[in-house]
């Protein structure tokens, strides 16, 4: 996608200076031959000098660099770069992102980021807890896209989970008339530079410190399983839908044992479980008995097996014997049930 050759290039702005700015350059962006990079600390134990005179000789050297008649040269190339973080990412661009794209491996990786650490016609904006590490060639296109990122983020609750389109959609109504001048593929690589959003292994989005989003043991993939199928699920069939959807090892008793300790899950059946978040009431078949009287009143018997299906999945023959504990449920004349008093 580059019309040069990074290694190259540095070896070229490299030669414009003096040794020792030149190894400083060398060891602290890895542009060595085995790609190591080395901290200002350990230059400085290398030279018997402190760390800040180090970043002092690594200062000099760039700016000695931009001022050389080797930096003019090759002016088009810096021009290149510009007109690539335009095209990459309509003027910002996520460090990775771009990297990614135009360097082929960790060493050329090396030597690209060099190069633009060197040129004066972008800028980089460091990383922070809200953004990751980006390049832009105007400030004012990066403040609207960090700003929408940072308000697209306060649109999300921690365990919410929205699809591409709608996340994307959330995003152009931040961006406003910015949205109109770019595609899609633009605003995902600008999603990227967020470090509060991210999307999980199934491709939706949430906040990135949800375990929605960040999966990490058997609960989180089989709450992603559930949630996915959109009805409940028999807990074997839910250890093999993580076998399938995420390529994870998940064993039968392991996934049983992490539904009944998760929140987020409600036992409906025998074996089944749906998701808390769908509405089910936790509990066993007497205990959503006494909700639903306690919330509606005096029901039929037929109204309370109806509202009782909904909740969990029984026969109705069990919401009938469990409705026959004269402790808890009381028979009226006119034939509907309450609660005991």
Same mark, same amino acid.
């Given at each position: 996608?580059?019309?040069?050759?990074?290694?190259?290039?540095?070896?070229?702005?490299?030669?414009?200076? #003096?040794?020792?700015?030149?190894?400083? /350059?060398?060891?602290?962006?890895?542009?060595?031959?085995?790609?190591? @990079?080395?901290?200002?600390?350990?230059?400085?134990?290398?030279? $018997?000098?402190?760390?800040?005179?180090?970043?002092?000789?690594?200062?000099?050297?760039?700016?000695?660099?931009?001022?050389?008649?080797?930096?003019?040269?090759?002016?088009? !190339?810096?021009?290149?770069? %510009? =007109?690539?973080? *335009?095209?990459? $990412?309509?003027?910002?661009?996520?460090?990775?992102?771009?990297?990614?794209? &135009?360097?082929?491996?960790?060493? @050329?990786?090396?030597?690209?980021?060099? +190069? /633009?650490?060197?040129?004066?016609?972008?800028?980089?904006? *460091?990383?922070?807890?809200?953004?990751? %590490?980006?390049?832009?060639?105007?400030?004012?296109?990066?403040?609207?896209?960090?700003?929408?990122?940072?308000?697209?983020?306060? @649109?999300?609750?921690?365990?919410?989970?929205?699809?591409?389109? =709608?996340?994307?959609?959330?995003?152009?109504?931040? /961006? +406003?008339?910015?949205?109109?001048?770019?595609?899609?593929?633009?605003? *995902?690589?600008? !999603?990227?530079?967020?470090?509060?959003?991210?999307?999980? #292994?199934?491709?939706?989005?949430?906040?990135?410190?949800?375990?929605?989003?960040?999966?990490? $043991?058997?609960?989180?993939?089989?709450?992603?399983?559930?949630?996915?199928?959109?009805?409940?699920?028999?807990? *074997?069939?839910?250890?093999?839908?993580?076998? =399938?959807?995420?390529?994870?090892?998940?064993?039968?008793?392991?996934?049983?044992?992490?539904?009944?300790?998760?929140?987020?899950?409600?036992?409906?059946?025998?074996? &089944?479980?749906? !998701?808390?978040?769908?509405?089910?009431?936790?509990?066993?078949?007497?205990?959503?008995?006494?909700?639903?009287?306690?919330?509606?009143?005096?029901?039929?018997?037929?109204?309370?097996?109806?509202?009782?299906?909904?909740?969990?999945?029984?026969?109705?023959? @069990?919401?009938?014997?469990?409705?026959?504990?004269?402790? &808890?449920?009381?028979? !009226?004349?006119?034939?509907?049930?309450?609660?005991?008093?």
């Amino acid at each position: 996608m580059i019309t040069f050759k990074p290694k190259q290039v540095t070896k070229k702005l490299l030669a414009a200076l #003096p040794e020792r700015a030149r190894d400083v /350059l060398t060891k602290r962006y890895g542009l060595n031959a085995a790609s190591e @990079t080395f901290t200002l600390e350990a230059i400085g134990q290398s030279y $018997g000098i402190t760390r800040e005179r180090v970043r002092q000789i690594e200062n000099y050297g760039i700016a000695s660099i931009q001022k050389s008649p080797v930096y003019a040269e090759h002016a088009e !190339l810096f021009a290149e770069l %510009h =007109e690539l973080i *335009k095209q990459l $990412g309509g003027g910002v661009v996520a460090e990775h992102v771009l990297l990614d794209n &135009l360097a082929p491996d960790e060493s @050329t990786r090396n030597h690209l980021y060099f +190069i /633009l650490v060197v040129g004066d016609a972008f800028y980089k904006g *460091k990383e922070n807890p809200l953004y990751a %590490h980006r390049w832009f060639t105007e400030k004012k296109i990066a403040d609207t896209v960090e700003k929408a990122l940072k308000n697209v983020h306060g @649109t999300l609750n921690r365990d919410d989970l929205v699809s591409e389109q =709608e996340i994307l959609n959330r995003f152009r109504a931040e /961006l +406003i008339e910015l949205a109109d001048k770019h595609d899609d593929e633009t605003l *995902k690589r600008w !999603l990227s530079i967020s470090k509060q959003i991210a999307q999980n #292994p199934l491709g939706d989005w949430g906040p990135s410190d949800s375990p929605n989003v960040r999966v990490k $043991g058997i609960r989180d993939y089989a709450y992603l399983a559930v949630k996915r199928h959109g009805s409940p699920m028999h807990f *074997k069939e839910v250890s093999e839908s993580i076998k =399938e959807l995420f390529k994870h090892k998940a064993h039968v008793a392991t996934t049983h044992n992490e539904l009944i300790k998760d929140a987020r899950f409600v036992l409906v059946g025998r074996g &089944l479980y749906a !998701l808390t978040e769908w509405g089910y009431t936790a509990g066993v078949v007497k205990d959503v008995l006494r909700e639903i009287l306690a919330n509606d009143g005096p029901l039929s018997r037929e109204e309370l097996i109806d509202k009782v299906r909904k909740e969990r999945y029984v026969k109705d023959n @069990t919401i009938v014997v469990n409705l026959q504990d004269t402790n &808890l449920f009381k028979r !009226l004349s006119n034939g509907t049930y309450t609660l005991a008093e």
